[in-house]
């Protein structure tokens, strides 16, 4: 028996789980030590693993203040897990693997490809590196930017500051070190300050973009013809869900004048519109928005980011697809069509099945977190939401929720970090496909 499980080899689908699911486990042990947490009391199991899966999972959410409770020693393990799960176990691994000198295997390259959803297997060592040297400098770049204003305000620890806050920004995490003038308040000191909410955006928005969309950038510039049309479609659905939600937010939601002048509920609406996608940060008090406000936001969770990025969700290309779809439908042809591209019908089979899937478990978990601890379905759903979509935004809850609470949000995070069908396709990785067709029948829908 053991020799069979010995020579039976892992997918790429497995190898990504069991990948995310290591560094989560020494991510929990490292926050488990003493010297982890400013009290040099040891955290217990629970609320450490809630803690790591949230920083791979770039997810959050949090049951402890960062800069509160977490040493500099356990902020720094967080950042790590935050770079770590943004990147991608894979891409981590591969990257010592190419700086060590040692050869990547053609089963690697593979399990590199699927982390990344690259198309194909070749080039991808290139493009690899490429994503790390990205990364690094935008991350470092930001960081500079930010440091003035932060060393302004906390000194010399202010570059500390810079660096997490860049780092997490970039990753779409939504972590913050803000605690230390109010605990859970994320940025809300600075959304009056343009620079901040400039820096912030703008990684969050790169980071959400795909590492695919930045080497056609690279590639082909400013020619937009010339993209590959998965990167048309990022590019244009990202400039409609930014732009959209902004107004929305602008005129009904942040109209009072005690939101602040005009530029100020700019920066209030940009930034409202653009971290649920998936970053987590918030510079608004949740407290004081309406609920077709917070539900707008519930929905920019669930649709997320691009595909193969640090953003989590369904992604944009999961809904851009689906409306393709129905506009055929609507317009009597056969396929979804595209920037003259036709979009192949298993494409749109499994957006139908990423979508419900999200669907289905942010109904669940909301409705298990509006029985389990007796809370609003408006706030059940936003956690809920919060946590499949990996984007970190809570209406103050997460702290309080008890245990089989916490454990579901842990198990959302996860599910929408490595993603659902590469749950469902490692499962089910030892089936063949069947080849057995039944007679059609037709069945009325609608």
């Known amino acids: 028996m053991r020799a069979v499980l010995l ?43 809630f803690t790591s899966t949230s920083a791979v999972c770039v997810t959050g959410l949090i049951i402890h203040d960062t800069a509160t409770y977490w040493s500099a020693f356990g902020q720094f393990v967080i950042l790590l897990l935050i770079q770590i799960g943004g990147m991608g176990v894979i891409t981590v691994a591969a990257s010592f693997a190419m700086i060590s000198g040692r050869k990547i295997s053609l089963m690697q390259r593979s399990t590199m490809q699927e982390a990344i959803s690259a198309p194909k297997v070749g080039g991808i060592v290139r493009l690899t590196g490429f994503i790390v040297r990205v990364t690094l400098v935008m991350e470092l770049l930001c960081a500079a930017v ?15 500051m810079a660096l ?32 901040v909410n400039a820096v912030i955006v703008l990684l969050i928005l790169i980071g959400g973009l795909g590492f695919l969309t930045w080497e056609d950038i690279k590639t082909n510039k400013l020619q937009f013809k010339k993209y590959r049309m ?8 990202d400039l409609i869900l930014v732009i959209v939600p902004t107004v929305i937010f602008y005129f009904g939601e942040f109209h009072g004048s005690q939101w602040g002048n005009g530029l100020e509920r700019f920066w209030l609406s940009l930034f409202q519109a ?3 996608r998936t ?7 949740f407290g004081q928005m309406s609920e077709g406000g917070l539900f707008l936001m519930v929905m920019l969770m669930l649709i997320g980011g691009a595909p193969g990025s640090t953003a989590g969700g369904m992604k944009m290309t999961t809904i851009a697809v689906l409306l393709l779809s129905t506009a055929a439908v609507f317009r009597r042809k056969e396929d979804a069509q595209c920037f003259g591209r036709r979009i192949p019908t298993e494409t749109v089979r499994y957006a139908a099945v990423v979508m419900l899937m999200y669907m289905v478990l942010c109904t669940v978990g909301g409705l298990f977190l509006c029985y389990a601890e007796g809370l609003p379905v408006l706030t059940s759903l936003f956690e809920a939401g ?7 935004l809570t ?11 916490r454990l579901v949000l842990i198990v959302l995070m996860y599910c929408g970090r490595v993603g659902g069908l590469t749950l469902v396709f490692a499962a089910l990785s030892g089936m063949r496909p069947s080849m057995t067709k039944f007679p059609q029948e037709k069945i009325t829908v609608g």
């Open 7 to 49: 020579k039976r080899k892992l997918t790429s689908f497995q190898i990504i789980i069991f990948g995310f699911s290591g560094v989560i486990l020494f991510g929990t042990f490292l926050l488990m030590l003493p010297f982890s947490s400013r009290s040099g009391l040891a955290t217990p199991f629970s609320e450490a693993l």
């Open 395 to 405: 209406l103050g809850v997460t702290p309080t929720l008890g245990a089989a609470a």
């Open 164 to 195: 997490f806050h860049s780092v997490s920004a970039f990753c779409n995490a939504g972590f913050d070190l803000m605690g230390v003038r109010q605990q859970y308040s994320s940025l809300t000191y600075y959304a009056g300050n343009g620079l």
């Open 146 to 160: 930010m440091a003035p204003v932060f060393c302004r305000d906390f000194g010399k620890k202010g570059l500390w």
């Open 274 to 276: 653009v971290t649920p």
């Open 230 to 237: 998965q990167s048309k479609v990022i590019l244009v659905t």
């Open 386 to 392: 919060s946590a499949i979509a990996t984007v970190g």
């Open 279 to 285: 970053a987590g940060f918030n510079t608004a008090d």
